[in-house]
T-cell receptor, first 115, second 113 residues
Framework: EAQVTQNPRYLITVTGKKLTVTCSQN?????MSWYRQDPGLGLRQIYY???????DKGDVPEGYKVSRKEKRNFPLILESPSPNQTSLYFC??????????????FGPGTRLTVT | GENVEQHPSTLSVQEGDSAVIKCTYS??????FPWYKQELGKRPQLIID?????GEKKDQRIAVTLNKTAKHFSLHITETQPEDSAVYFC????????????FGTGTRLQVTL
């Protein structure tokens, strides 16, 4: 089954404790991206990757890191989480981005709470 | 960079009525406009999209219109049903930065019986 998976789905942590949210896709997609979703703010892009070893900042990259060592995986790293990073996070992947048919497939989401 | 504004933030319609959600974008170079539907507790899913060389696109009860001159695009849902209740997001991609997708802030649609 074609899918994007994220782990963990729910995470409660404390300020400053490093964490990683994993994202994996089995569709051989070139493009992967991370978004955070906050009430009233919609989906905001954190980082994206056009291909292996190619990553770039989105609109809200501060406090986050990513890596793309393999095509299928795109982990999101919070080196020192803070309460303002409490949010719902989505990973997404697609063949490309700017064309019909290049649908972005979203993972199930990770709800992160930082106390 | 691109900025996408979406209105209204909430919309309540009676079953069978039509619903219209409107978005404006700032970057005249934007050339692709997808719409996503997010049901409660679920992930966003693409429902329809349109390229800048097309003015309108329909898929059964949903349609999207694009006015490039005014830089706005709209989602139209006809004969609404309770299962249409969800949050809808518009988005835009600029041809200049074809790797970034900018979303609107979402519209919560409630279809009442």
């Amino acid at each position: 089954e074609a899918q994007v998976t994220q782990n963990p789905r729910y995470l409660i942590t404390v300020t400053g404790k490093k964490l990683t949210v994993t994202c994996s896709q089995n569709m051989n997609h070139e493009y992967m991206s991370w978004y955070r979703q906050d009430p009233g703010l919609g989906l905001r892009q954190i980082y994206y990757s056009m291909n292996v070893e190619v990553t770039d900042k989105g609109d809200v990259p501060e406090g986050y890191k990513v890596s793309r060592k393999e095509k299928r995986n795109f982990p999101l790293i919070l080196e020192s989480p803070s309460p303002n990073q409490t949010s719902l996070y989505f990973c997404a992947s697609s063949l490309g981005l700017a064309a019909p048919g290049y649908e972005q497939y979203f993972g199930p989401g990770t709800r992160l709470t930082v106390t | 960079g691109e900025n996408v504004e979406q209105h209204p933030s909430t919309l309540s319609v009676q079953e069978g009525d039509s619903a219209v959600i409107k978005c404006t974008y700032s970057d005249s170079a934007s050339n692709y406009f997808p719409w996503y539907k997010q049901e409660l507790g679920k992930r966003p899913q693409l429902i329809i999209d349109i390229r800048s060389n097309v003015g309108e696109k329909k898929d059964q009860r949903i349609a999207v219109t694009l006015n490039k001159t005014a830089k706005h695009f709209s989602l139209h849902i006809t004969e609404t049903q309770p299962e249409d209740s969800a949050v809808y997001f518009c988005a835009a991609i600029s041809a200049g930065t074809a790797s970034k997708l900018t979303f609107g802030t979402g519209t919560r649609l409630q279809v009442t019986l």
